[in-house]
T-cell receptor, first 115, second 114 residues
Framework: DQQVKQNSPSLSVQEGRISILNCDYTNSMFDYFLWYKKYPAEGPTFLISISSIKDKNEDGRFTVFLNKSAKHLSLHIVPSQPGDSAVYFCAASGAGGTSYGKLTFGQGTILTVHP | GAGVSQTPSNKVTEKGKYVELRCDPISGHTALYWYRQSLGQGPEFLIYFQGTGAADDSGLPNDRFFAVRPEGSVSTLKIQRTERGDSAVYLC????????????FGPGTRLLVL
């Protein structure tokens, strides 16, 4: 039962353009969402988060949008740079009870930004 | 300051052997998490410590897996009678207080069971 899904295994974008990575979730108890970036042979690096009381959070080139009614979030990277090429994971927490603090991850999307 | 560190970075063992994986969290972080990542998948939760106690161990796959954090800082994940299916990257993360906040990950330990 995949509670967090990233349906696009890969995305290819030209440098300078916008990258849009998508994530869907099924558990309505999730109320905190994060995006991580991962390079090969390294651990995930935190990028940006959003609480369910907001629908948008922006940090430099990165913006996360949350649509609670659709149980959907997206990460926008503008402008995309070759150094952004990595695997991107969305994660969710807050399903209550003993799940408090535990992150549930999607399968990841490989982003390739071409010069 | 220093981030989360994990040792060893790589571990090769034979089926049936015992292994220990170590995690050193960010100084001052009371919450510590272990995750396991298989090829092509996202990390999967194993166990969450708040201080010295395991607040949630619901992700441990079976009783061959055990983790401790005796002094509320360093944690050790222990795997008995390893199986080939245990091969994965084991990730450790820490956060300041636990709950809905950012978790910071270490580089992981790549475990290969032959």
């Amino acid at each position: 039962d995949q509670q967090v899904k990233q349906n696009s295994p890969s995305l290819s974008v030209q440098e300078g353009r916008i990258s849009i990575l998508n994530c869907d979730y099924t558990n309505s108890m999730f109320d905190y969402f994060l995006w991580y970036k991962k390079y090969p042979a390294e651990g995930p690096t935190f990028l940006i988060s959003i609480s369910s009381i907001k629908d948008k959070n922006e940090d430099g080139r990165f913006t996360v949008f949350l649509n609670k009614s659709a149980k959907h979030l997206s990460l926008h990277i503008v402008p995309s740079q070759p150094g952004d090429s990595a695997v991107y994971f969305c994660a969710a927490s807050g399903a209550g009870g003993t799940s408090y603090g535990k992150l549930t991850f999607g399968q990841g999307t490989i982003l390739t930004v071409h010069p | 300051g220093a981030g989360v560190s994990q040792t060893p970075s790589n571990k090769v063992t034979e089926k049936g052997k015992y292994v220990e994986l170590r995690c050193d969290p960010i100084s001052g972080h009371t919450a510590l998490y272990w995750y396991r990542q298989s090829l092509g998948q996202g990390p999967e939760f194993l166990i969450y410590f708040q201080g010295t106690g395991a607040a949630d161990d619901s992700g441990l796959p079976n009783d061959r897996f055990f983790a401790v954090r005796p002094e509320g800082s360093v944690s050790t994940l222990k795997i008995q009678r390893t199986e080939r299916g245990d091969s994965a990257v084991y990730l450790c993360a820490s956060s300041l207080k636990g709950g809905e906040e950012t978790q910071y990950f270490g580089p992981g330990t790549r475990l290969l069971v032959l």
